[in-house]
């Protein structure tokens, strides 16, 4: 199947500061990424829908300005954390899709703010 | 918007026994039901998929059902093995660059 990387894998910050993770299609071009959350013991909850070089398209609850989102191109996205705090830590697991129903999952990152 | 249910939370089997997860959809217009297994701290992994033109669709010991009248589908596994326990999810979407909408999940342990 097609391949996802995020990056970093892992990241602990300090509260207030802002944190970017990096979604990158390997293999195919993404025209839609999706970027969803996890809290421990629960599901994945979407954050949101980005289509390459338009806005973002946010779900109810999650503040844009909070959660900014980039989708320059057709295998990048990323997703910035601004003036995080410890509510904010969580798994963060962006997924790509093309011209299919399916959605390529990256391998997740892990934030801790302190 | 769309809502997925999805029972048991957990459940335990013997090794060798089956394991059956069901899942319900609302939204009329979902047309895609892909399965995830999830280990602690790694991605959700595909592990198989049914679009809404098919009733059922099989992979060795992984099967899914689906009924579109009642808007449910069930994930079976059988002959279950200790590795095969992880986190299990259901999703629903439309299909094509929809987002898919998960299920709380299901906490499968197989017991050697």
């Known amino acids: 199947g097609a391949v996802v990387s995020q990056h970093p894998s892992w990241v602990i910050c300090k509260s207030g500061t802002s944190v970017k993770i990096e979604c990158r299609s390997l293999?195919?071009?993404?025209?839609?990424m999706f970027w969803y959350r996890q809290f421990p013991k629960q599901s994945l909850m979407l954050m949101a829908t980005?289509?390459?070089?338009?806005?973002?398209?946010?779900e109810q609850g999650v503040e844009k300005d909070k959660f900014l989102i980039n989708h320059a191109s057709l295998t990048l996205s990323t997703l910035t954390v601004t003036s995080a705090h410890p509510e904010d830590s969580s798994f963060y697991i962006c997924?790509?899709?093309?011209?299919?129903?399916?959605?390529?999952f990256g391998p997740g990152t892990r934030l801790t703010v302190l | 918007g769309e809502n997925v249910e999805q029972h048991p939370s957990t459940l335990s089997v013997q090794e060798g026994d089956s394991a059956v997860i069901k899942c319900t959809y609302s939204?009329?217009?979902?047309?895609?039901f892909p399965w995830y297994k999830q280990e602690l701290g790694k991605r959700p992994q595909l592990i198989i998929d049914?679009?809404?033109?098919?009733g059922e669709k099989k992979d060795q010991r992984i099967a899914v059902t689906l009924n579109k009248t009642a808007k449910h589908f069930s994930l079976h596994i059988t002959e279950t093995q200790p590795e095969d326990s992880a986190v299990y999810f259901c999703?629903?979407?439309?299909?094509?660059?929809?987002?898919?909408?998960f299920g709380k999940g299901t906490r499968l342990s197989v017991i050697a």
């Open positions: 999703a629903a979407s439309r299909g094509g660059n929809t987002p898919l909408v």
């Open positions: 939204d009329s217009a979902s047309n895609y």
């Open positions: 293999d195919f071009q993404a025209t839609t």
């Open positions: 997924s790509g899709g093309s011209d299919t129903d399916t959605q390529y």
């Open positions: 049914i679009r809404s033109n098919v």
């Open positions: 980005s289509n390459e070089g338009s806005k973002a398209t946010y």
